[in-house]
């Protein structure tokens, strides 16, 4: 029980360790998760290279299903930052899409069964040790990258729309008015910084528990070979392990396609009120 339970404990582990490249001996700082980086940089590419193609590839006629796809969640993000957004900007849309579709992407690699990219890195690498996650958004850097660069954003509208004076004036000023100025920065400054790290942390928490569902989901069957399998008591564990992973599968497409959602609706609110002035 003792041995079983280790090789619980180092599958587990395994797959919630990043293949890492270390900048400085020694530091657990100065490292870079290469899987990450990866798979959001392969998310990318697929986003941009299959909106691409539809766009190049658009007719005027009747349009094919993955045209008709495309448009439909063009069409449904701009409406989102149509009712949300009341400032004029032509960057706020392309955004809101480019935030929605690249989320959902990177969630979704959660759908892929553990262990197979794993162990495909392991055969092309030839090193049967490597570790390699390849869900971007359970890794908080990657999460609170993406929020930081939101706020770099809303900073940007907010000096941009109200100059450095209006954006000091309201700094200063709101909520509780001129007299209570100490009061009012103190909140804003709280208020700044909550927003990155609550966007990431929201991301980066509900992908990293769908994860972790799907890895104790496959323990059940974790060292079994063959001869297990055939046995009645390994053919139950394994035909539950697939009922069970079919139905959290099913369940988290919701999750993945929710938390994209928020995460954009999230970015057009913020950049929306750091586009308001007082004549709003």
């Not at 870079?32 to 007719?59: C, E, H, M, W």
């Amino acid at each position: 029980m003792a041995e079983q339970a280790s090789g619980i404990g180092e599958y587990i582990h395994h797959h919630l360790q990043n293949n890492q490249l270390q900048l400085v001996d020694g530091s657990s700082f100065w490292v870079i998760n290469l899987d990450s980086l990866f798979y959001t940089l392969l998310t990318a590419v697929v986003f941009l290279g299959l909106f691409t193609y539809v766009a190049k590839r658009a007719t005027s006629g009747v349009p094919g299903k993955l045209q008709n796809f495309v448009e439909m969640v063009v069409n449904f993000v701009n409406e989102q930052v149509k009712d949300t957004y009341h400032g004029k900007s032509k960057l706020i849309g392309p955004l809101a899409l480019s935030i929605f579709v690249w989320i959902f992407l990177m969630n979704f690699m959660d759908l892929i069964p553990v262990d197979f990219l794993p162990w495909l890195g392991q055969k092309v690498s030839g090193d049967e040790g490597m570790h390699m996650r390849v869900v971007p958004s359970t890794d908080l850097n990657i999460t609170f990258g993406l929020s930081l660069g939101v706020i770099l954003l809303v900073f940007y509208y907010s000096f941009k729309m109200k100059g450095v004076k209006g954006y000091a004036k309201e700094l200063l000023t709101h909520p509780f008015g001129p007299k209570l100025f100490p009061a009012n920065l103190l909140l804003n400054i709280v208020e700044t910084v909550a927003k990155p790290i609550s966007l990431s942390l929201r991301l980066f928490g509900n992908l990293y528990a769908g994860e972790l569902i799907f890895i104790l989901i496959a323990v059940f069957t974790v060292g079994y070979t063959l001869e297990h399998f055939l046995t009645p008591g390994g053919f139950a564990m394994t035909v539950g392990q697939l009922v069970l992973g079919l139905i959290w599968a099913i369940f988290h497409i919701l999750i993945i396609l929710l938390q994209a959602f928020i995460f954009m609706m999230l970015t057009i609110v913020y950049l929306s009120m750091a586009s308001e002035t007082e004549s709003h």
